[in-house]
């Protein structure tokens, strides 16, 4: 609706506020009740004339009623107010606030925005550096390391009448831990600088292969076609493939999305999506193929919008494609009452599930999951599973009872979660 | 009370470095490195005070921790915890679990010291 037509809306609104009655207005400003009626439904333009009188009446400004306060920061501050429940504010009178006082709104609003700015630096930050275990090590190592020299150091300097054998030994372990305290603080910086040296194991293969197929957006357009060769040029030319083992990741991972679209030819899925809907169990049927391979397909349609997520049995996170609002965590576990979960205690039943994001403002989507498990080493060998999840950002039914999920426990919100594992750290302000 | 104090620390030049000192400031010193065997070691050489650092191998220093609280022989063993500096969770876990005191590594040596004599009374 366009702004001017919300004039009457605003109106009505300040008027309710004031407690002012519809004919005392309408005789303040010298109109009949009726037509003020037809004002405050927006079925009447005001004319500059009136709208000045019905402002001076209703103390405001004239713009307070025609423009309202600019929509973004009306946004700003309702989300600052939903963030901030407990303080109880007048969420119904945010364009009061905003009218009467610009500068303070503008203010609340910019320090809002900061706000989850800074919130949603703080959660990468912490979702990487509590989980990455080379981060913790490292750290673990410099400072043990310290601890030692400064120890070391103080009894060197402080004590007059030291054996020459200790002296000696003391010194000896001075130089090994000064040793082990630069290599140490070589990686730290290497790893915060994010220069990570090829096979240095700082940064986990899986990482560089999504990073690369992130650079892709997930859709290889050579491996849709017959011609292709299994990529090695490709897997080659891209600078986030550093290590052997990213190299040899990639490498399966282009095999198989080859085996996938022969079994699924793209301009095909296309069809069948537009005619079917994106069902993953009837797109299987269509193709003659499992459910793992259109799930795949599926995710790597180009501009498609589905994440997909893929653990082994452990519930170890194998690969990672967000959807728009549904984050991942990038290291540990992920929220346990994902139904990816549910696929994993369930295999080979598929599970369809809505579910909602946590955050600041919950979003739903749609989630197909399934656990397929293989035989490779034949019936008396050891059962290896998969499952995966792919996330459509738009379940078609809003009535739906959704599913509370997360991304993980340290970074949700949901402080009576039954299924949490440790604190989170939005509880602690954020 | 006596100066009998047992380290559970896995590093080797800190456990050398805090043993000299505490030995030279007239302390019995005995030393582990593996949290596994902390019990044990600590039935066996009943010690006076113990200092315990959190990160070990076999076995956290909070299970350590929070094993001897179990204990009724051991629930008030004087235990000096060595945390990380900066780390304020390791910090409130340890007192959680019933922590005597805390030195934040990297630690000056009379802290030690002076920790370990205010938790035996000497």
Same mark, same amino acid.
């Given at each position: 609706?366009?702004?001017? /037509?919300?004039?009457?809306? !605003?109106?009505?609104?300040?008027?309710?506020?004031?407690?002012?009655? *519809? =004919?005392?207005?309408?005789?303040?400003?010298?109109? /009949?009740? /009726?037509?003020?009626?037809?004002?405050?439904?927006?079925?009447?333009?005001?004319?500059?004339?009136?709208?000045?009188?019905?402002?001076?009446?209703?103390?405001?400004?004239?713009?307070?009623?025609?423009?309202?306060?600019?929509?973004?920061?009306?946004?700003?501050?309702?989300?600052?107010?939903?963030?901030?429940?407990?303080? *109880?504010?007048?969420?119904?009178?945010?364009?009061?606030?905003?009218?009467?006082?610009?500068?303070?709104?503008? =203010?609340?609003?910019?320090?809002?925005?900061?706000?989850?700015?800074?919130?949603?630096?703080?959660?990468?930050?912490?979702?990487?550096?509590?989980?990455?275990?080379?981060?913790?090590?490292?750290?673990?190592?410099?400072? /043990?390391?310290?601890?030692?020299? !400064?120890?070391?150091?103080?009894?060197?300097?402080?004590?007059?009448?030291?054996?020459?054998?200790?002296?000696?030994?003391?010194?000896?372990?001075?130089?090994?831990?000064?040793?082990?305290?630069?290599?140490?603080?070589?990686?730290?910086?290497?790893?915060?600088?994010?220069?990570?040296?090829?096979?240095?194991?700082?940064?986990?293969?899986?990482?560089?292969?999504?990073?690369?197929?992130?650079?892709?957006?997930?859709?290889?357009?050579?491996?849709?076609?017959?011609?292709?060769?299994?990529?090695?040029?490709?897997?080659?030319?891209?600078?986030?493939?550093?290590?052997?083992?990213?190299?040899?990741?990639?490498?399966?991972?282009?095999?198989?999305?080859?085996?996938?679209?022969?079994?699924?030819?793209?301009?095909?899925?296309?069809?069948?999506?537009?005619?079917?809907?994106?069902?993953?169990? !009837?797109?299987?049927?269509?193709?003659?193929?499992?459910?793992?391979?259109?799930?795949?397909?599926?995710?790597?349609?180009?501009?498609?919008?589905?994440?997909?997520?893929?653990?082994?049995?452990?519930?170890?996170?194998?690969?990672?494609?967000?959807?728009?609002?549904?984050?991942?965590?990038?290291?540990?576990?992920?929220?346990?009452?994902?139904?990816?979960?549910?696929?994993?205690?369930?295999?080979?039943?598929?599970?369809?599930?809505?579910?909602?994001?946590?955050?600041?403002?919950?979003?739903?989507?749609?989630?197909?999951?399934?656990?397929?498990?293989?035989?490779?080493?034949?019936?008396?060998?050891?059962?290896?599973?998969?499952? =995966?999840?792919?996330?459509?950002?738009?379940?078609?039914?809003?009535?739906?009872?959704?599913?509370?999920?997360?991304?993980?426990?340290?970074?949700?919100?949901?402080?009576?979660?039954?299924?949490? !594992?440790?604190?989170?750290?939005?509880?602690?302000?954020? | 009370?006596?100066?009998?104090?047992?380290?559970?620390?896995?590093?080797?030049?800190?456990?050398?470095?805090?043993?000299?000192?505490?030995? @030279?400031?007239?302390?019995?010193?005995?030393?582990?490195?593996?949290?596994?065997?902390?019990?044990?070691?600590?039935?066996?050489? @009943?010690?006076?005070?113990?200092?315990?650092?959190?990160?070990?191998?076999?076995?956290?220093?909070?299970?350590?921790?929070?094993?001897?609280?179990?204990?009724?022989?051991?629930?008030?063993?004087?235990?000096?915890?060595?945390?990380?500096?900066?780390?304020? @969770?390791? @910090?409130?876990?340890?007192?959680?679990?019933?922590?005597?005191?805390?030195?934040?590594?990297?630690?000056?040596?009379?802290?030690?010291?002076?920790?370990?004599?205010?938790?035996?009374?000497?």
């Amino acid at each position: 609706m366009a702004r001017q /037509s919300l004039t009457g809306t !605003r109106i009505r609104e300040r008027r309710v506020l004031t407690g002012m009655k *519809q =004919a005392d207005l309408a005789r303040a400003a010298g109109i /009949s009740a /009726s037509y003020l009626n037809l004002i405050e439904h927006n079925r009447r333009r005001v004319g500059s004339g009136l709208l000045q009188a019905l402002a001076g009446v209703l103390g405001v400004s004239v713009e307070m009623l025609t423009e309202g306060a600019e929509a973004a920061l009306l946004a700003d501050l309702r989300a600052a107010a939903q963030a901030n429940e407990a303080e *109880q504010p007048e969420i119904d009178r945010v364009e009061e606030f905003a009218g009467r006082f610009p500068g303070w709104a503008r =203010a609340t609003a910019a320090m809002q925005r900061r706000l989850s700015a800074m919130e949603r630096t703080v959660e990468t930050l912490s979702d990487r550096m509590t989980h990455d275990p080379f981060l913790s090590a490292s750290l673990h190592e410099v400072l /043990s390391a310290v601890t030692a020299v !400064r120890s070391t150091a103080g009894i060197l300097a402080e004590t007059e009448d030291i054996e020459p054998e200790w002296r000696a030994r003391f010194h000896a372990n001075l130089r090994d831990d000064s040793e082990r305290l630069a290599e140490g603080a070589e990686a730290l910086v290497a790893w915060l600088d994010g220069s990570v040296p090829d096979e240095s194991g700082i940064a986990a293969p899986q990482e560089e292969v999504e990073a690369w197929l992130a650079e892709c957006g997930y859709h290889i357009e050579e491996a849709e076609t017959e011609a292709f060769d299994g990529g090695a040029g490709l897997i080659d030319a891209a600078p986030e493939l550093a290590s052997t083992a990213a190299h040899k990741l990639a490498t399966q991972y282009l095999a198989q999305y080859r085996r996938d679209a022969q079994a699924i030819p793209l301009a095909a899925l296309r069809r069948a999506v537009s005619e079917h809907g994106a069902d993953p169990a !009837r797109l299987a049927t269509r193709f003659q193929t499992g459910l793992m391979p259109v799930f795949r397909r599926l995710a790597t349609l180009p501009d498609s919008g589905f994440g997909l997520v893929c653990c082994d049995g452990s519930g170890t996170l194998t690969f990672r494609k967000p959807a728009d609002g549904f984050a991942l965590p990038r290291f540990g576990a992920a929220c346990p009452l994902w139904p990816l979960y549910r696929a994993l205690l369930q295999p080979t039943v598929p599970i369809r599930a809505v579910v909602e994001m946590a955050g600041r403002v919950p979003q739903r989507f749609l989630a197909f999951a399934y656990c397929q498990p293989s035989y490779p080493d034949g019936f008396g060998g050891v059962p290896v599973v998969e499952a =995966a999840m792919l996330i459509l950002p738009a379940p078609p039914e809003p009535e739906t009872p959704a599913a509370r999920v997360g991304t993980s426990c340290r970074i949700c919100p949901r402080m009576d979660c039954s299924a949490r !594992r440790e604190p989170s750290i939005l509880s602690e302000g954020f | 009370m006596g100066r009998h104090v047992l380290l559970i620390e896995d590093e080797p030049n800190i456990i050398e470095a805090i043993r000299f000192i505490l030995t @030279r400031d007239g302390w019995q010193v005995d030393t582990l490195s593996d949290g596994a065997e902390a019990m044990a070691t600590i039935r066996r050489t @009943r010690p006076d005070v113990l200092i315990l650092d959190v990160m070990l191998p076999g076995r956290s220093g909070y299970e350590i921790l929070q094993d001897l609280r179990a204990d009724p022989e051991y629930a008030q063993l004087p235990v000096l915890m060595l945390t990380a500096r900066g780390q304020m @969770r390791d @910090r409130e876990q340890a007192e959680r679990y019933g922590a005597s005191r805390f030195i934040a590594k990297p630690f000056a040596n009379a802290d030690i010291v002076a920790a370990l004599r205010a938790l035996v009374g000497s």
